[in-house]
């Protein structure tokens, strides 16, 4: 059962993108770039949520903890930068 799955899905992927990919190529030449890359990613989300469908992938987001720290070094960071835009002093 898992094997016809993921056959269907890749299926699924294959003709979805062909067609897409062509539209993305279209657009670009008459929208911004921002709105290809959402273009893009709206594929992106359609293959991930018929992972979920059809494979039943659970997605999960890790890493908070990281994030945290991130938001408490940040401003410390960009307020000491050097012409070249690096931080000074970033502890990482």
């Given amino acids: 059962m898992n ?3 993921s056959v269907l899905h890749v299926l ?3 003709l979805t993108v062909i067609p897409w990919a ?5 657009a670009s030449y008459f929208v911004s770039s921002t709105q290809v890359y959402w273009f893009c990613a709206g594929w ?11 494979l039943g992938i659970q997605n999960r987001v890790t890493g908070m903890e990281i994030c945290q720290q991130a938001l ?7 307020s000491n930068t050097n012409p070249r835009g690096r931080p000074l002093s970033c502890p990482h």
């Fill in 3 to 5: 094997l016809i799955r």
């Fill in 12 to 14: 699924w992927l294959i």
């Fill in 22 to 26: 062509l539209f993305v190529v279209v």
């Fill in 44 to 54: 992106l989300k359609l293959a991930v949520g018929s992972g979920t469908f059809i």
């Fill in 72 to 78: 408490k070094i940040l401003p410390f960071c960009w």
